[in-house]
């Protein structure tokens, strides 16, 4: 008899596409849910929890990632300063250390804790006595920080962003997000012939990058109309740039992380969601638009 393990049949489009609309509606619905929950205690400690768990989750991944591919790094302590680092500066903006009130200060006092952090793997390196490949494992470590709590951070410093109402503009990064990861999908499935970068991600498409574009432009454009005076400084102009801008960050995120599964060998980054992998397939694309978000929010709208 073959000792061979029966292939997994393939699944249709319809159905891959189904299982991440519903993977991703069941988790952003929970995400918002508590962003909305009208009590401020669930809203603030809710929304922290769940950021929390995205990113030690995703941490995880990201070291499995960087532990399949032999390189050093120093996971547990990774995780434990990304932890640290999401909730000490939420701790920061919602006030229980002292007013919040400029968002420059914000990332000064996120900047001590990294600071901190560096120095921390430092001595964590003196104290190994298997590991010989210091800067690999610094840099890993230090890297994995950076890629996942560090930028979903941003999305605390939205929520807890003076004088306006922070909620809503993460309402509306995700939904805009979201929307590209959609339209890319449907777009590069119905009409996509022409490959982007098929060493790194062979079913993306410039097809695909264009429809990810159109449908989060529309999307940016239909959000902002209906939130009217929701989004402080939110105008026609800058529904119309902020959907482009956050529709090619979109792409340029899942390329990212397609990148790191490709040299790690792997399709998936993990097996939490059906239909999409792990916590890093579920939030790369919101990975550097939340930054984005941030500074155009902080440096244009309300600038």
């Known amino acids: 008899m073959s000792s061979e393990q029966p292939q997994q049949?393939?699944?249709?489009?319809?159905?891959?596409?189904?299982?991440?609309?519903?993977?991703?509606?069941a988790l952003w619905t929970i995400v918002l849910a508590a962003l909305f929950s009208g009590n401020q205690w669930v809203s603030?400690?809710?929304?922290?929890?769940?950021m929390m768990v995205i990113a030690g989750f995703g941490l995880a991944e990201f070291y499995d990632l960087v532990g399949k591919r032999e390189l050093a790094c120093f996971k547990g302590w990774g995780i434990f300063g990304g932890l640290?680092?999401?909730?000490?500066?939420?701790?920061?903006?919602?006030?229980?250390?002292?007013?919040?009130?400029?968002?420059?200060?914000?990332?000064?006092?996120?900047?001590?804790?990294?600071?901190?952090?560096?120095?921390?793997?430092c001595i964590r390196q003196f104290v190994s006595r298997s590991n010989t490949a210091g800067i690999l494992a610094i840099s890993t470590t230090l890297f994995g920080l950076m890629y996942v709590p560090w930028l979903l951070n941003f999305i605390q410093k939205i929520k807890f962003f003076p004088n306006i109402q922070?909620?809503?503009?993460?309402?509306?990064f995700i939904l805009v997000t979201k929307f590209s990861d959609l339209g890319a999908y449907v777009t590069g499935s119905l009409i996509g012939r022409h490959k982007m970068i098929p060493r790194i991600s062979p079913n993306k498409t410039w097809e695909g990058f264009g429809g990810a574009i159109v449908i989060s432009t529309v999307a940016s454009c239909v959000f902002a109309h209906f939130a009217e005076g929701k989004l402080a400084g939110m105008n026609g102009l800058h529904a119309i740039v902020l959907g482009i801008i956050l529709g090619v960050s979109a792409v340029v995120g899942d390329l990212i992380e397609s990148l790191f599964k490709r040299e790690a060998g792997v399709k998936d980054s993990g097996r939490l969601f059906p239909g999409i992998?792990?916590?890093?397939?579920?939030?790369?694309?919101?990975?550097?638009?939340?930054?984005?978000?941030?500074?155009?929010l902080r440096h244009i709208l309300t600038n």
């Open 9 to 25: 049949p393939q699944l249709s489009k319809p159905v891959v596409l189904m299982r991440r609309l519903i993977s991703s509606v």
């Open 44 to 50: 603030n400690y809710g929304l922290l929890a769940i």
């Open 84 to 121: 640290l680092l999401m909730s000490s500066t939420f701790l920061y903006l919602s006030g229980a250390v002292g007013p919040h009130i400029d968002p420059a200060k914000a990332n000064d006092f996120e900047t001590s804790i990294l600071i901190i952090f560096v120095l921390g793997l």
């Open 166 to 172: 922070g909620s809503y503009y993460i309402l509306y």
């Open 277 to 296: 992998g792990g916590i890093l397939d579920l939030v790369d694309s919101l990975l550097f638009n939340a930054p984005l978000m941030y500074l155009y």
